[in-house]
């Protein structure tokens, strides 16, 4: 018998590589966050609740979607609970969109969902929701760890499950853990993906030069995870700095960011440091030695700046 109640929580992510080329099938390097979200859902009551209001459908959007795709049984009464900022470039609504789709198919089912059924059902509430995405996110959210995901298989890289969409593949890969000394500035203004997203599709749609920024941060992200293998810092902070670059010149940078990225790495013992996610607002990050150093340097200039580890936890689902 399915249960009458389940639990799920999903962590958030930071992409350190690849952010925006990915939805172009090109490759991107991701850890899952020490940062999660819970999600709670039991059948009962006349209509359905999020955290005890009514379900609304914009102002719960992605549960809204998951729901809309994979829920005919009674109205349920879902709890969230959250340690990420959200609209921040940290993964938030993927993280949303992976409990909110595990707690779904358990509620469905006798037996744990497996993590491909997460994460496929995921991205597909992400993909509705914003209108265009990549299944990164929602991937690295399932998983937990450090994850790449490239248009071909890379050697040596344990494949987790493979993703297709309107003629692009994007296979999901585990990389070795690594805890590597990374800070989140969060810029303090709302970062939307959609917009963003659909800012850069127009952008590559009439241009031959936006096209070949998106192929030239596959480069970096294929070179960075050579970078990480070796365990080169130095090498993956020039990469970030390279791929900030990049993403600057396709239009998602802001003022704001842009300086909180130039002050972490006049900190000294900084490798690198870029915009995380989709951009236009939201977050940066930062590889140093000095972590602390720079989350004191980004507080300086009025962020909210935290150090962040990588977790292998992926989806964890109850009962
Ligand atoms: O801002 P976030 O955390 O939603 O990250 C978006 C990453 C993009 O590559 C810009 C979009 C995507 O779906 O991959």
């Not at 459908?57 to 900022?85: D, F, K, M, V």
Request: proline share 7%; charged share 20%; with cysteine.
């Amino acid at each position: 018998m399915p249960p009458r109640e389940a639990h799920a929580s999903a962590p958030g992510k930071i992409i350190l590589l690849g952010e925006h080329a990915v939805v172009y099938g090109e490759p991107s390097l991701s850890l899952a966050l020490d940062r999660r979200i819970r999600v709670d859902a039991g059948a009962g009551g006349p209509r359905a609740t999020v955290n005890g209001e009514p379900l609304h459908a914009h102002r719960h959007a992605y549960i809204h979607q998951a729901l809309e795709r994979g829920w005919n049984g009674a109205p349920l009464q879902l709890h969230t609970e959250s340690e990420l900022p959200s609209a921040s470039g940290v993964g938030s609504s993927a993280a949303l969109s992976v409990a909110t789709n595990a707690v779904l198919l358990r509620l469905h089912s006798d037996t744990p969902p497996a993590p491909p059924a997460i994460a496929r059902a995921a991205f597909e509430t992400e993909l509705v929701t914003q209108g265009a995405a990549s299944p990164n996110d929602t991937s690295v959210s399932t998983a937990g760890g450090v994850v790449l995901l490239s248009p071909s298989p890379r050697p040596g890289a344990e494949l987790l499950w493979t993703i297709e969409r309107d003629g692009r593949a994007w296979h999901v890969q585990r990389l070795p853990p690594l805890d590597l000394p990374l800070v989140v500035g969060n810029s303090g203004s709302r970062s939307h993906t959609a917009d963003q997203v659909a800012k850069v599709r127009r952008f590559a749609d009439r241009s031959a030069f936006a096209r070949d920024l998106l192929r030239q941060i596959g480069q970096l992200t294929n070179d960075g995870v050579d970078a990480l293998a070796d365990g080169d810092l130095r090498r993956l902070g020039q990469l970030m700095n390279r791929n900030q670059d990049c993403l600057h010149t396709l239009g998602v940078d802001t003022p704001v960011l842009e300086r909180l990225v130039l002050a972490a790495r006049r900190v000294p013992g900084t490798y690198g440091a870029k915009l995380t996610g989709a951009g236009g607002g939201g977050s940066m990050i930062a590889l140093s030695e000095r972590p602390d150093d720079v989350v004191a340097a980004l507080e300086r200039l009025g962020a909210h700046a935290f150090r962040v580890r990588s977790s292998g936890r992926g989806v964890e689902v109850g009962p």
